[in-house]
C-alpha cells in the first residue's frame, strides 16, 4: 500500500511539473520538484525490493522497472535539463511527463485486480474452506464412494478477484486520479514557498495550480460516488470488519473528499485576492488531508476491493 501511495505521489507530481507555466516559474522550482519525485521513486524502489520474492511477481517486476525507467528519467532531468534557467520549456515539459507515465503504470500495476495489493484480501483454497460431498455408488462389485471437493467457499462480504468491483470500475483509473490529487496539492504547496523568495513571480501559475486542484477533487469525488453505488451491496460486512470499513469510508468521505473539498475552494479564493501566504498555509492543510483521502482508499481496495 505504501508503494502505491508513493508511486502516486511521485506521478502527480511530475505530471504537475508537465501543466506548470515553466515561462512564468523559477527553474529551481522544477530542480526542487524533480529531486522529490526522485526521492519518492527511490523509497518505492526500496519497498519493492524488501518484499520477499519480488522478482516472482509479475506484477512487482513490472512495477519495479517502471520505477527504475521512471528514475532514470528524473536523473537525466536533474542533470540536463533543470540544470540552468536557460533549459528549453518544452524539454521540462517532456521530462515531467515521461517520469509521470512510467510511474502511474507502476502505480496501476500495483492496484489492478490480480496485482498483490488486492489479491492478498481475498481468501485462499484452504481446509476450512474447502467442502465435501460424497456419492455412493453401488455396483456389481460392492459399493463405491466418490468424493467430490467444492470450491472454497466465500466469507459473507468478500469477492472473488474476478467480481470484484475493481472489475467494473478499475482500480487503475482511481489511482490516476489520486496521483492528479496528490500531485496539484503537493506541487500547488511548494510553488506557494517560492513566492516567498521570488516575490515579483505572477501569479498566474498558482492560480493554473488551485484549478487543477478543484478539478482534480471533483472527478475524484465524481469517481467515488459512482463506485460506491456499484459496490453498494458488498458493503454489508459484519464484526471488526465493519467497524474498520466505515472507519475508512468516513475518513476516505469527510476529509479526503468533503473537507478537500472545503479547501480546495478556500484556496481558489485566496489566489483572488493575491493572498499567497494563506494560499500556501491551507494548502499544508490540504496536502495533509489528501495524503489520508488516498491513504484511506487504498485500505479500502486492499481490504474490500472498493476503491473510491
Same mark, same amino acid.
Given at each position: 500500500?505504501?508503494?502505491?501511495?508513493?508511486?502516486?505521489?511521485?506521478? +502527480?507530481?511530475?505530471?504537475?511539473?508537465?501543466?506548470?507555466?515553466?515561462?512564468?516559474?523559477?527553474?529551481?522550482?522544477?530542480?526542487?520538484?524533480?529531486?522529490?519525485?526522485? &526521492?519518492?521513486?527511490?523509497?518505492?524502489?526500496?519497498?519493492?525490493?524488501?518484499?520477499?520474492?519480488?522478482?516472482?511477481?509479475?506484477?512487482?517486476?513490472?512495477?519495479?522497472?517502471?520505477?527504475?525507467?521512471?528514475?532514470?528519467?528524473? =536523473?537525466? /532531468?536533474?542533470?540536463?535539463?533543470?540544470?540552468?534557467?536557460?533549459?528549453?520549456?518544452?524539454?521540462?515539459?517532456?521530462? /515531467?511527463?515521461? /517520469?509521470?507515465?512510467?510511474?502511474?503504470?507502476?502505480?496501476?500495476?500495483?492496484?489492478?485486480?490480480?496485482?498483490?495489493? =488486492?489479491?492478498?484480501?481475498?481468501?485462499?483454497?484452504?481446509?476450512?474452506?474447502?467442502?465435501?460431498?460424497?456419492?455412493?455408488?453401488? &455396483?456389481?462389485?460392492?459399493?463405491?464412494?466418490?468424493?467430490?471437493?467444492?470450491?472454497?467457499?466465500?466469507?459473507? +462480504?468478500?469477492?472473488? @478477484?474476478?467480481?470484484?468491483?475493481?472489475?467494473?470500475? @478499475?482500480?487503475?483509473?482511481?489511482?490516476?486520479?489520486?496521483?492528479?490529487?496528490?500531485?496539484?496539492?503537493? *506541487? &500547488?504547496?511548494?510553488?506557494?514557498?517560492?513566492?516567498?523568495?521570488? #516575490?515579483?513571480?505572477?501569479?498566474?501559475?498558482?492560480?493554473?495550480?488551485?484549478?487543477?486542484? *478543484?478539478?482534480? =477533487?471533483? $472527478?475524484?469525488?465524481?469517481?467515488?460516488?459512482?463506485?460506491?453505488?456499484?459496490?453498494?451491496?458488498?458493503?454489508? =460486512?459484519? /464484526?471488526?470488519?465493519?467497524?474498520?470499513?466505515?472507519?475508512?469510508?468516513? $475518513?476516505?468521505?469527510?476529509?479526503?473528499? $468533503? +473537507?478537500?473539498?472545503? !479547501?480546495?475552494?478556500?484556496?481558489?479564493?485566496? #489566489?483572488? !485576492?493575491?493572498?499567497?501566504?494563506?494560499?500556501?498555509?491551507?494548502?499544508?492543510?490540504?496536502?495533509?488531508?489528501?495524503?489520508?483521502?488516498? $491513504?484511506?482508499?487504498?485500505?479500502?481496495?486492499?481490504?474490500?476491493?472498493?476503491?473510491?
Amino acid at each position: 500500500m505504501i508503494v502505491l501511495f508513493l508511486c502516486q505521489l511521485c506521478s +502527480g507530481c511530475l505530471a504537475m511539473t508537465g501543466l506548470c507555466r515553466t515561462d512564468h516559474v523559477s527553474w529551481r522550482y522544477f530542480r526542487l520538484m524533480q529531486r522529490v519525485a526522485l &526521492g519518492l521513486l527511490l523509497a518505492a524502489g526500496v519497498f519493492v525490493a524488501t518484499v520477499p520474492n519480488w522478482r516472482e511477481e509479475p506484477v512487482l517486476r513490472r512495477a519495479a522497472a517502471a520505477i527504475a525507467v521512471s528514475a532514470i528519467v528524473v =536523473v537525466v /532531468g536533474l542533470t540536463t535539463v533543470g540544470r540552468n534557467g536557460d533549459s528549453p520549456q518544452r524539454s521540462r515539459r517532456t521530462i /515531467g511527463w515521461l /517520469g509521470a507515465a512510467c510511474t502511474l503504470i507502476a502505480a496501476a500495476s500495483l492496484a489492478s485486480p490480480n496485482g498483490p495489493l =488486492v489479491s492478498q484480501a481475498w481468501p485462499r483454497a484452504s481446509p476450512e474452506y474447502v467442502s465435501e460431498s460424497r456419492v455412493e455408488i453401488i &455396483g456389481a462389485n460392492g459399493s463405491t464412494t466418490i468424493t467430490a471437493v467444492s470450491p472454497p467457499a466465500e466469507p459473507r +462480504g468478500a469477492r472473488s @478477484p474476478a467480481g470484484m468491483s475493481a472489475a467494473l470500475a @478499475p482500480a487503475w483509473i482511481s489511482a490516476a486520479l489520486g496521483a492528479g490529487v496528490l500531485g496539484a496539492v503537493t *506541487a &500547488g504547496m511548494l510553488l506557494g514557498h517560492s513566492y516567498l523568495t521570488h #516575490v515579483t513571480m505572477p501569479i498566474d501559475p498558482l492560480r493554473r495550480l488551485t484549478s487543477i486542484v *478543484a478539478v482534480m =477533487v471533483l $472527478l475524484k469525488s465524481a469517481w467515488a460516488a459512482v463506485n460506491l453505488a456499484a459496490s453498494r451491496e458488498w458493503l454489508n =460486512v459484519d /464484526g471488526p470488519q465493519a467497524t474498520w470499513l466505515w472507519l475508512m469510508l468516513g $475518513l476516505r468521505i469527510g476529509v479526503g473528499l $468533503l +473537507g478537500l473539498g472545503v !479547501l480546495a475552494y478556500m484556496i481558489r479564493d485566496c #489566489v483572488r !485576492l493575491r493572498n499567497t501566504q494563506s494560499a500556501t498555509g491551507i494548502l499544508f492543510i490540504a496536502m495533509v488531508f489528501a495524503f489520508l483521502g488516498e $491513504l484511506s482508499s487504498a485500505e479500502l481496495g486492499r481490504a474490500f476491493g472498493v476503491w473510491v
